[in-house]
């Protein structure tokens, strides 16, 4: 039995945050934390901030700028946080309401009605609210029947999420899944944090997947494999439990923290064998591989992952980056990557989608077009 991706679908918030932008507002912050604390600074009592810029941005990370939800609270030097309006019980959640936007565009995509759909997989870094599901209340706006559930994998959400919808169809369970990745990364960004601040940024995507497609723009899943490995470096202890420890919830740990040497030399290898061995079980070399649709959380690492599979330097057709544009959307970047770079494939061309992260984790799906 044959499982298809038919359709994809993808939100962009309206506003943007150039580094300049950024840039700007964090040595704002700094420059009034080092005056508010010179007395302390120079007795040695507090070590004083160091300035971030545009270049240090870009060549750290390959971002250039990001979307966001809100770019006013961010920007905001007595804020820096997003300023994001409490929804009512009885309103959509902003995370289902960006998740129905993609959907829809993945259902015109696939040719597909949401009454089509069995089931919806909400799969992100992370969730608005431990219940009622998001994915429940995406079905419920789309009026699914069938079921509905969500899940987090960090950045590897989407693969995991494909995963586990492809699996429930081969099984029999559904026939057509859909998969979201509703990602506002800015919310758990410390925007007071030089080696951080510009890392991420806010998007949604959307997958169909079903069973023996006819749709020509479709492609077919050839395989799916997942991995994991138990790993501090990239870490958020906000939780339900906090209150209970009577931890500050404005805490640095409370919000996204990592050691970004460390997770670059351990990661980087892990994906590479993860991709060479998922590719050697498929009987597939990558010789046959047309693209290579990566995580965007750093060009540095997506360049030498790419270069140690291919035994070269890629070319952009081969290693598409998004990221300059998007910043790290968690889920979302591969997807966004794939959404945006996949109609020149023609018939047979085969490509993988693999993201990687927190966990860590690593996910790939090796696809084929019709």
């Not at 979307?67 to 030097?77: A, C, N, P």
């Not at 706006?141 to 586990?164: H, K, P, R, W």
């Not at 951080?196 to 006819?214: K, M, P, Q």
């Not at 640095?252 to 991709?275: C, N, T």
């Amino acid at each position: 039995m044959s499982v298809y991706i038919s359709g994809t679908g993808l939100f962009t918030p309206k506003e943007f945050i150039s580094n300049e932008e950024l840039v700007k507002s964090f040595n704002s912050y700094v420059e009034q934390f080092n005056q508010e604390n010179k007395t302390l600074i120079e007795e040695g009592e507090v070590e004083p901030l160091t300035p971030s810029s545009t270049e240090f941005i870009k060549k750290a990370s390959g971002i250039e700028r990001r979307y966001v939800q809100d770019k006013e609270g961010i920007l905001d030097v007595s804020r820096m946080r997003p300023k994001l309006k409490e929804r009512s019980n009885d309103e959509i959640s902003i995370l289902a309401e960006m998740a129905i936007d993609a959907s829809n565009q993945a259902l015109s995509e696939a040719n597909l009605e949401a009454s089509d759909i069995d089931a919806v997989i909400c799969g992100c870094a992370n969730l608005q609210r431990a219940y009622p599901a998001i994915a429940i209340e995406i079905q419920q706006e789309l009026d699914i029947s069938g079921y509905a559930y969500d899940m987090n994998v960090a950045c590897s959400s989407a693969t995991f999420s494909i995963q586990n919808a492809f699996n429930d169809i081969q099984s029999g369970v559904a026939d057509r899944v859909l998969v979201v990745n509703p990602e506002i990364c800015s919310g758990h960004l410390n925007f007071r944090d030089r080696d951080a601040h510009f890392i991420f940024g806010d998007a949604c995507t959307a997958v169909v997947l079903e069973r023996n497609s006819e749709n020509n723009k479709a492609f077919k899943i050839l395989g799916t494999k997942l991995q994991t490995k138990f790993s501090n470096n990239i870490r958020n202890n906000f939780g339900f439990l906090n209150t209970s420890e009577d931890s500050d919830p404005h805490a640095a740990d409370k919000l996204f923290i990592q050691k970004g040497r460390s997770v670059f030399k351990e990661v980087v290898p892990m994906v590479q064998a993860h991709i060479n061995d998922h590719l050697q079980s498929l009987d597939l070399s990558t010789d046959q591989i047309k693209r290579l649709w990566l995580h965007q959380a750093n060009l540095s690492m997506n360049q030498l992952i790419a270069k140690k599979l291919l035994g070269r330097e890629p070319n952009r057709e081969e290693m598409p980056i998004i990221l300059n544009e998007y910043a790290n959307t968690s889920s979302a970047g591969s997807i966004i990557a794939f959404h945006k770079y996949k109609e020149d494939f023609l018939s047979d061309d085969i490509g993988v989608i693999s993201s990687f992260g927190a966990g860590y984790s690593v996910g790939s799906v090796v696809i084929q077009k019709v």
